[in-house]
């Protein structure tokens, strides 16, 4: 009977993270990428995060506007919510990545239950993305 509040204990502060990841077929044709500012996205680091993780699969990037995403072959959409537990933190995400108006890859980022009881939920953007876009590009960095 003892074990049933341990179980119950152990279920809650798992990890809580959900990520689904359609992964691009060939990183390696891939120079430059547009990142489309999303000026609804209020997590502050999000951007720096994401010309980071492109970076150390040697894709430059270049943050522009929507008019701007129409000028450029390769164009990384974006957007991501925050929640607040004693203070702000990532609790979900997606990038979908486009050449030429068709998608090559998708990446989703989640806290289930915007991540309970779990201390991970306070981990900073860079800890919570880069496995992400590590995987969206094929993965580790260089």
Not at 50 to 74: N, Y
Not at 87 to 102: D, T, V
Not at 106 to 119: N, V
Request: net charge neutral; charged share 20%; with cysteine.
């Amino acid at each position: 009977m003892k074990s049933v509040p341990a179980a119950s204990c152990a279920l809650l502060l798992a990890a809580c993270t959900s990520t689904n990841v359609r992964p691009v077929e060939s990183v390696a044709n891939i120079k430059e990428v547009c990142i489309q500012n999303n000026p609804a996205v209020i997590v502050d680091d999000f951007v720096p995060v994401l010309r980071d993780g492109f970076d150390r699969h040697g894709i430059a990037t270049t943050v522009v506007d929507a008019d701007g995403a129409k000028q450029c072959p390769v164009t990384l959409t974006y957007t991501a919510l925050r929640s607040w537990d004693f203070k702000p933190y990532l609790s979900h995400a997606e990038l979908r990545l486009w050449r030429e108006g068709r998608q090559i890859g998708a990446a989703d980022y989640h806290l289930r239950g915007k991540g309970g009881f779990a201390l991970t939920k306070w981990q900073g953007t860079k800890a919570k993305m880069d496995p992400v876009i590590d995987e969206l590009l094929g993965g580790t960095g260089s």
